[in-house]
């Protein structure tokens, strides 16, 4: 990772004026080897600094300019309560966010007639307690994302989407949207209190089946068509699609029955049986006398 430092300031501001806090950015490691007891931090606003030394939270920065040899400051409270005249090396710097984030779950599940289901699910929340995350995860790179948090929702979101739609039937799962959104809101609201995050909301973003032509037949069926025909209309695009001629008749509901004009069109004195491997043509002999 490439940075540029300005003497001693720890930022998250690079020279250029960007920001190493994406929107997806949760918690950034600042690089422990440029701080020193020189250093001066600068935490934005929309930023706490969590100060780790020697194992321990020794300090949790809010927004503004932090000197570290002020009297007041925690950092400089632990110096000389060890009598250390700088910072250990083990000194690390975490920047939290502390924005509104958003976070898109999605998974599998089924219905109680077995029909597979693709479900996402939007997760809003907000970071309230930096200290308290970054001692409750893990993450081995410089950043922790929104997408490492997911990954700690996803087995809570599918226990709790499954537990409902295990028991309901394909065409009840509609209505349950609400109940979904309610379990899922009631899970994760306590288990995010435990890692410091406030969850703002819940919501089900999608709830479809994973066959894209039963997912036609649903549509079909919503815009007011009966089950039936909404069933023949999308078996009629599949014969469409495959060039069959017999997809007009799928449509209207008519047999199709492609061979039987030849059967019916063929001359009554053309046709031929096979008898004992011998060919015998019917003509007028065969009919009675007064015929």
Partial sequence: MSLQFRGQVISTEREDGTSLMAPDVLIFRYPKEQITSKSLFIVQPTENCVVIIQGQVQAVLPPGTHNIQSPQNPLSSFM???????????????FVSTTRHEVRIQGKSQTDDLVPLDYEVAVYYRITDPSKLVINVQFAG?????????????PIIDQEVSSILNQVKLVDVYKKFGDIS????????????????ELISVRVTRLIPEDPELRRIIQLRDLGLEVEKAVRMGLARVLTEQGNPASVNMAIGTPYYPNLTTLVNLPQRLLQFSMGGKEVEKDEQDQPKGA
Avoid at 80 to 94: C, E, G, M
Avoid at 142 to 154: I, R
């Fill in 142 to 154: 410089a950043f922790f994302k929104d997408a490492e948090l997911a990954s700690y929702l996803s």
């Fill in 182 to 197: 309610v379990a899922v809101t009631g899970a994760l609201k306590q288990f995010l209190a435990e890692l410091g995050v």
């Fill in 80 to 94: 000389s309560r060890f009598r250390y005249n700088q910072l250990p090396f083990d000194t690390i710097a975490l």
